[in-house]
């Protein structure tokens, strides 16, 4: 039995199909039973509840050969850090209690670093808790996905453009979400990995985001300029989109990251971390995306 947390999000969802494609028993954890009972079809089994419930994540965990765990993200958590803190320890208390021997973890590029990230900090800290257990750990640094540009659709729809604090001239590594759940797919089914270890995933390849805004012009047939919003401009919006005040400051600081090349594949890239999915493949859902159709699949 392999379990998946986090279900029913991006990666989640991802490697729940992979996984039912390769025959695997999995079962599937998410808050709500609904998207958990379609995703499924009755292919596995589903347990419906709350990560940070401890008592019912060790249940849910019982009973598995190996585990992928995350961090569900909340937003508009009074702290972002503290969110992540309170998160990773039920998941460590679960996984240690239910006596999972093998558990890939989704962390992230720059959980190297225990400072100046902002969100990332919070994997810093899980990859170090998560490195307190007897189980067999393998921490996926994925970079940043390509999916997080979707959160451009209402701007390009009012202003048509795209924008963040993010430099638009800095060369970023960025991953598709799908190529993410493929090799911990690969790597849950195969358990190839012992001790701690780090599996970092840079996608294709390095793009800046004006290059990105480029490519999403050429698909829709309309110009749309990457624009770089000053931090005062980027706050405000951030905080518009529902996030908190303190992870809005966590997203400007990674944001800074970023532009002071701390978060960065720059020396790490090998074909083991280089996945298939260009920018030109995955930006075709913004057609979709602006057609109100479906979601960052
Ligand atoms: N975005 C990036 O560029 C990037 C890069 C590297 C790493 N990461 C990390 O990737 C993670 C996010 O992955 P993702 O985008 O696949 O997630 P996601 O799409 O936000 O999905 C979250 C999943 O967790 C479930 N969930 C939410 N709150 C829950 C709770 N309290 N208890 C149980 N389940 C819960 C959701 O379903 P329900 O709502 O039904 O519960 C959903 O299935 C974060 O830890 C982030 O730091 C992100």
Do not use: C, W
């Not at 309309?222 to 624009?227: G, K, N, R, S």
Request: glycine share 8%.
């Amino acid at each position: 039995m392999i379990t998946v947390l986090g279900a029913t999000g991006n990666v989640g969802s991802k490697l729940v199909h992979q996984l039912l494609a390769r025959g695997q028993p999995i079962r599937a954890i998410a808050r709500h039973s609904g998207g958990l009972h379609s995703l499924i079809a009755g292919k596995g089994e589903f347990r419906a509840g709350d990560i940070s419930n401890t008592e019912f994540l060790t249940q849910a965990l019982t009973g598995s050969e190996a585990a992928f765990v995350m961090i569900p993200p909340d937003y508009a958590a009074h702290s972002l850090l503290d969110h992540y803190r309170k998160m990773s320890k039920s998941i460590a208390s679960a996984v240690r209690r239910a006596g999972v021997p093998k558990v890939v973890s989704l962390s992230s590029l720059g959980a190297e670093h225990p400072s100046g990230t902002g969100p990332i900090k919070g994997l810093h800290e899980h990859e170090q808790i998560l490195n307190t257990l007897d189980a067999d750990v393998l921490h996926l640094r994925a970079t940043y996905f390509m999916e997080n540009l979707l959160m451009n659709v209402p701007l390009i729809q009012s202003q048509a453009i795209m924008g963040s604090a993010i430099r638009g001239d800095m060369p970023i590594p960025m991953i598709a979400t799908r190529d993410i759940a493929k090799t911990a797919a690969d790597r849950l089914v195969v358990q190839d990995f012992k001790g701690k270890t780090v599996h970092y995933l840079l996608g294709q390849r390095d793009l800046t985001l004006r290059e990105a805004a480029r490519i999403v012009s050429r698909i829709l047939a309309v110009e749309i300029p990457y624009v770089e919003f000053d931090v005062i401009s980027a706050r405000r919006g951030l905080i518009q989109m529902g996030l908190s005040p303190d992870a809005a400051e966590q997203f400007l600081e990674m944001a800074d990251a970023f532009n002071q090349g701390l978060i960065t594949g720059k020396g790490l890239r090998n074909p083991s971390n280089t996945t298939p999915t260009s920018f030109e493949e995955f930006a075709e859902i913004f057609k979709l995306a602006l057609a109100g159709v479906g979601s960052a699949a």
